[in-house]
């Protein structure tokens, strides 16, 4: 089965290509930007995106969005991960979390799906703790600094695919194609 799933994160594609293969799924990278609307909710930005770009795709396709919820920072950065991470990085973040004893963390994925005629949505969350320190050269993004079993997603590798936000939510999504075919 083949589905086209458009970003333009690399680090994102290569992850749920390896996820795709472990369903039998087989992930075509339509590579482009897109327009993210504002908001507060990842659900309602990720389908709001879909709706928009279904103009411009006549094939079905689907997006993925995600974010880094902090307890201590009430939530934040969440929706606004992606600016947090081009701006402060994950040194602003740690800089952010000094002193601050309540570590816990989750990331969330939500992906749009384009059925060709409507969007659907799968959620996928995954709890851990935000290091103290940056570690591990693997991953992209937020990876070096939130801790799952005491290693960072960075110092996981593949293994990071077996417990991911994004492997949740895409567990979800595949399941549900397999079941319409
Ligand atoms: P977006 O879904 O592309 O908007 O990503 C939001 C931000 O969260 C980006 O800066 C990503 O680098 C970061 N991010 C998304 N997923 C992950 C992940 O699995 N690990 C680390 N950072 C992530």
Do not use: C
């Amino acid at each position: 089965m083949r589905v086209y799933f458009v970003t333009s994160n690399e680090g994102k594609f290569v992850e749920v290509r390896e996820i795709g293969k472990m369903y039998g799924v087989d992930v075509e990278w339509l590579r482009r930007r897109y327009l993210e609307p504002q908001g507060s909710d990842l659900r309602e930005i990720a389908s709001l995106s879909a709706k928009i770009l279904s103009n411009e795709i006549e094939k079905p396709f689907f997006i993925e969005d995600s974010g880094l919820f902090i307890n201590a920072l009430k939530g934040f950065p969440g929706p606004y991960s992606s600016f947090v991470f081009k701006t402060i990085g994950n040194e602003g973040i740690l800089k952010l979390m000094e002193g601050v004893e309540d570590r816990k963390a989750y990331f969330l994925a939500v992906i749009a799906f384009w059925d060709g005629e409507k969007v659907l949505t799968f959620e996928g969350k995954v709890e851990g703790l935000i290091s103290r320190e940056i570690r591990g050269k693997m991953g992209f993004g937020f990876d070096p600094i939130f801790e799952y079993n005491g290693k960072t997603f960075a110092e996981m590798g593949d293994e990071k695919n077996e417990v991911s936000h994004r492997r949740r939510a895409l567990e979800k999504f595949f399941e549900y194609l397999r079941n319409m075919v």
